[in-house]
């Protein structure tokens, strides 16, 4: 039999062998989204995540993150009050010898329910309609958690052993900035390579965005509401200013040159997320605080951005009278995430293109991201190469009646075991 036809066989094997894991897969996810893991509250789903592990056969390791180690890069991820009871659950599934090793990473945590009146669907169900399961986290990404957990369990169903080791990670935090990413890789877990199955509608994700948080601070001056003419409204000048971050917004735009965004309308959104000013209805308002993101693409800096931001800010503040003298402050929170990428022509990125290749029988998607994402943890800090691919539709996410098309779990399970097994080298 040629080295073609044997390669042939496996990957019907392995195609195969994931169709037939189609239940499980689906009671497991359905499984892990009937328990809620808003970020901070990860430990009892972490708890189901650990057991499935175990009985998938890998080496489990089980730790809470460590605040003090991970002090010094408090700026790109939240320590908040901690991570007592919110533990990181790896799975090594051991090669045989000689090969490459991979990390396929996933994130547990997932953003709140919100208005549950505006789910059709439980949130926390996980009910199976026309082909989607239901819920939150089923995209963002407790789907992608599972499909990188079955596909060790595909090659193992299709009778291939890989020769490099293969870490599966269900991390925390990644809502809030990506500490539980960032403690695997200070734990010394490092590899030649790493996947995140964010939902990336099975497209290959070479480069992810950036941002930063910050705080705007607009001063104004208290006045009666009788004679608000006498006051200067901090609310006003916020409109003024935002007006202003727009352009800029604009202007940025229209510089970024990057192939992978060239065909995006918005490269690098400057978004207010929350608004507070004001003491008294009849009052001029004195004071307004308005929280916001950044966004910068791979190639830019957050020290630069910050730089340009700050400068948009005093050059808006010199054109105006009253903020003239009264100078809007802007202030930097944690959280934020440096751009990353990896090259297209990698030999990461050609393996998996293989790989889908023959699962799909179609060309796969390369592609760019405006968000942020732990991608840049397993890049800048443990030097790895890494991509993102996984099924779901990021549109979804954190949005109501969340979910994820059952075809595509399984695909993904299948080209995510398919690349493993050419990755890490298989018998």
Not at 40 to 59: C, S
Not at 108 to 118: F, H, K, L, P, Y
Not at 269 to 279: H, L, M, Q, S, Y
Not at 343 to 366: G, K, N, Q
């Amino acid at each position: 039999m040629s080295g073609r036809e044997g390669g042939d066989r496996r990957d019907m094997a392995i195609r195969g062998a994931a169709e037939a894991l189609r239940p499980a897969m689906v009671a497991a996810l359905k499984e892990l989204v009937q328990i809620p893991s808003q970020t901070g509250e990860e430990g009892l789903v972490q708890e189901a995540v650990a057991r499935l592990m175990r009985d998938h056969g890998l080496d489990v390791d089980v730790w809470e993150p460590d605040a003090a180690t991970l002090a010094p890069h408090a700026e790109s991820v939240t320590l908040g009050s901690g991570f007592a009871g919110r533990p990181n659950v790896v799975g090594v599934y051991r090669g045989s010898g000689g090969g490459r090793s991979l990390i396929l990473n996933g994130h547990i945590d997932t953003v709140e329910i919100g208005d549950r009146g505006a789910w059709r669907r439980d949130p926390l169900g996980g009910d199976v309609v026309d082909g989607r399961l239901y819920g939150r986290g089923a995209c963002d990404m407790k789907g992608g958690v599972i499909a990188n957990l079955f596909a060790v369990r595909v090659l193992r169903e299709a009778g291939i052993e890989p020769a490099g080791d293969v870490i599966v990670q269900s991390t925390i935090s990644e809502e809030d900035g990506g500490a539980g990413a960032l403690a695997a890789v200070l734990r010394g877990y490092v590899a030649d390579a790493a996947l995140i199955s964010e939902p990336t509608n099975l497209a290959i994700v070479v480069a992810q965005g950036g941002s930063l948080m910050f705080r705007l601070v607009v001063p104004g001056l208290s006045a009666h509401a009788c004679v608000r003419d006498e006051g200067v409204s901090a609310i006003e000048k916020f409109a003024y200013l935002h007006r202003g971050l727009l352009e800029f917004e604009a202007r940025h735009n229209g510089e970024i040159a990057h192939p992978l965004y060239d065909g995006m309308v918005n490269k690098a959104p400057i978004n207010i997320g929350t608004v507070r000013g004001g003491a008294w209805p009849s009052s001029v308002p004195e004071w307004l605080e308005a929280e916001g993101r950044a966004g910068l693409v791979p190639g830019e800096s957050l020290a630069g951005m910050k730089r340009a931001l700050s400068d948009e800010v005093a050059r808006l503040a010199d054109a105006d009278p009253w903020l003239r003298e009264h100078r809007p402050r802007i202030e930097w929170r944690d959280g934020h995430f440096a751009p990353a990428e990896v090259a297209v022509e990698s030999p990461l990125v050609h393996t998996l293109s293989a790989a889908w290749r023959r699962v799909r029988r179609a060309e796969p998607a390369i592609e760019a991201v405006t968000y942020g994402a732990d991608m840049r943890h397993f890049v800048l800090v443990g030097g790895m190469p890494c991509v993102m691919f996984g099924a779901g539709d990021v549109r979804l996410a954190h949005a109501p009646d969340e979910a994820i098309f059952l075809d595509d779990l399984v695909a993904a399970a299948a080209i995510t075991a398919t690349f493993t097994a050419d990755w890490c080298g298989a018998g």
